[in-house]
């Protein structure tokens, strides 16, 4: 097992290199870049009011003021010279400004970091405390009407979007109960608030991610019930309980435990929906700002962190098959 991790640990720089390239020449194929949404917003005098900046005189003409403005931010580069000063850079620490605000991309990370993932942990545990259960429970009672009202509620949390699930509750909350969201508090500063802030966010989260989870659950634990060592563990007058949370759940567990760790991609996308329609301020809210500012420098940070956070989880996950069964650390 340490030879497989030490291998897959040596694939991660690979696999992020190679994520690197694909997503900064993406990038670059969108129309446009921040000083042409910078003058599309607000003419020649936008990136004054940002920045606080004037060109010489007056005496300058739009366009060549927005060629200097590249200039500055190295936008008339080519691309690949671009990427290899941002790589460069990278390597020494420096993960470049933001263009919007007066701190370096990696101050903003640690802005919104938190609250993205207290919104992520807590959207993972309520879906595994909710999916995992309910499976379970739909597949101790198959075809009966418990197992058909928890299939129909994991139908809707696959077929209805995390948004859509989080606009009705919205709607419901305050036409009911004239309830709107607070603006967000770190759990640092006011735990309470911050509680109400995450609540509702952290349910959709976990109700969207469940989904999949009770499904998958249920089918697993159904196909081992009939297998023919679980007949001849009945057949030797075991007791259902053991045969089927000592026998059973052990053995459907690997592919669970496959869709728990990949489901963390899920629970990212999730997030940023939510947490712009619940107006917390993470990592969601900030990327969706600035793809539509085109800022480069934030976009490829956080690209990067959340590609090499789902590859470790991967990783993890794949390196509790052994624990869980023996045979594949044997292998």
Do not use: C
């Not at 259960?133 to 009672?141: E, H, K, N």
Request: aromatic share 10%; proline share 5%.
């Amino acid at each position: 097992m340490v030879t497989y991790a030490i291998r897959r640990l040596m694939l991660i720089p690979v696999t992020m290199v190679l994520l690197s390239l694909l997503f900064f020449f993406m990038l670059r194929t969108i129309p446009g870049d921040f000083v042409d949404v910078l003058f599309q917003e607000g003419g020649s005098g936008g990136y004054n009011n940002v920045q606080g900046e004037h060109h010489e005189g007056g005496q300058t003409t739009q366009e060549a003021y927005q060629e200097q403005m590249r200039d500055r931010f190295g936008l008339s580069d080519p691309a690949h010279v671009q990427y290899v000063r941002w790589v460069s850079h990278m390597l020494r620490g420096d993960f470049g400004d933001s263009y919007l605000a007066k701190k370096t991309a990696l101050q903003v990370l640690k802005d919104r970091l938190p609250a993205t993932i207290e919104l992520g942990l807590l959207g993972l545990v309520g879906s595994i405390l909710l999916g995992i259960p309910l499976g379970i429970l739909s597949a101790r009672y198959p075809e009966s009407w418990i197992d058909n009202a928890l299939r129909l509620f994991s139908i809707g949390g696959l077929s209805v979007p995390a948004f859509v699930t989080a606009a009705i509750i919205i709607v419901i909350l305050s036409k009911e109960f004239q309830w709107i969201p607070p603006d967000y508090v770190p759990f640092t500063e006011d735990p309470w608030k911050n509680l109400q802030n995450m609540i509702f966010p952290a349910i959709v989260v976990s109700y969207t991610s469940a989904a999949p989870l009770m499904r998958l659950t249920r089918s697993q634990m159904l196909e081992v019930l009939s297998q023919d060592y679980i007949r001849t563990a009945r057949a030797k007058g075991l007791p259902e309980q053991r045969i089927f949370y000592g026998h059973a759940l052990r053995n459907a567990m690997l592919p669970i435990i496959t869709v728990i760790g990949l489901s963390l991609d899920r629970l990212v996308a999730g997030s940023v929906i939510v947490e712009v329609v619940f107006g917390i301020n993470g990592m969601g809210a900030a990327l969706v700002r600035a793809a539509a500012e085109r800022d480069f420098p934030v976009m490829q940070l956080f690209a990067m962190v959340l590609g090499l956070t789902v590859m470790t989880v991967n990783l993890l996950v794949d390196l509790m098959y052994g624990i869980i069964d023996p045979r594949i650390r044997l292998s």
